[in-house]
T-cell receptor, first 112, second 115 residues
């Protein structure tokens, strides 16, 4: 089955700096890669996703890049704000949002 | 439109007890799933259902049963609770079809403590 590895497990940045979280996947047939944000005690919420027919996708301060050859994808958050502090999870699946394999999560702390 | 709801929010069980975690969605989604979330391990798929009457196992199904008698409800049963099942459980639902519309919506979670 699919295996998703996520790094780093914790990340601290100064407010206004950029943050980058990286994930690698093992199943070359995976072609859907969502990112979820989970605030303390809350449910995971989708923040951005990408399918394998594109290499990059942006939504305001958030972007995701995908390298299918190397089987890795990354989340980029620019101009970080304290409210960006949360746990971020990457995930991968074969074509749909239904059977996701998640990474282990990254605790992002944005220092004011 | 309440989305995905879960009950209870928090439960304490003794080893060997059984219980059912409830999950319901009002979005007419065909696909529903159960995950458990443990510290440092992300979310792991327990069971899923592609529609009423159809269920299948995920990554960590042992010790859990599910059924899907209606589109709206997808209960998760713990047959004989063990301390290893202490976790936060999330139910999720997804609409059928590909593209941007296929987002997985999570419920608020159930925190389970097995003593």
């Amino acid at each position: 089955g699919e295996n998703v590895e996520q790094h780093p497990s914790t990340l601290s940045v100064q407010e206004g700096d950029s943050a980058v979280i990286k994930c690698t996947y093992s199943d070359s047939a995976s072609n859907y890669f969502p990112w979820y944000k989970q605030e303390l005690g809350k449910r995971p919420q989708l923040i951005i996703d990408i399918r394998s027919n594109v290499g990059e996708k942006k939504d305001q301060r958030i972007a995701v890049t995908l390298n299918k050859t190397a089987k890795h994808f990354s989340l980029h958050i620019t101009e970080t704000q304290p409210e960006d502090s949360a746990v971020y999870f990457c995930a991968a699946s074969r074509g749909s949002a239904r059977q996701l394999t998640f990474g282990s999560g990254t605790q992002l702390t944005v220092l004011p | 439109n309440a989305g995905v709801t879960q009950t209870p929010k928090f439960q304490v069980l003794k080893t060997g007890q059984s219980m059912t975690l409830q999950c319901a969605q009002d979005m007419n989604h065909e696909y529903m799933s159960w995950y458990r979330q443990d510290p440092g391990m992300g979310l792991r798929l327990i069971h899923y259902s592609v529609g009423a009457g159809i269920t299948d196992q995920g990554e960590v199904p042992n010790g859990y049963n599910v059924s899907r008698s209606t589109t709206e409800d997808f209960p998760l049963r713990l047959l004989s609770a063990a301390p290893s099942q202490t976790s936060v459980y999330f139910c999720a639902s997804t609409a059928r079809g590909g593209g941007r519309g296929e987002t997985q919506y999570f419920g608020p979670g159930t925190r389970l403590l097995v003593l």
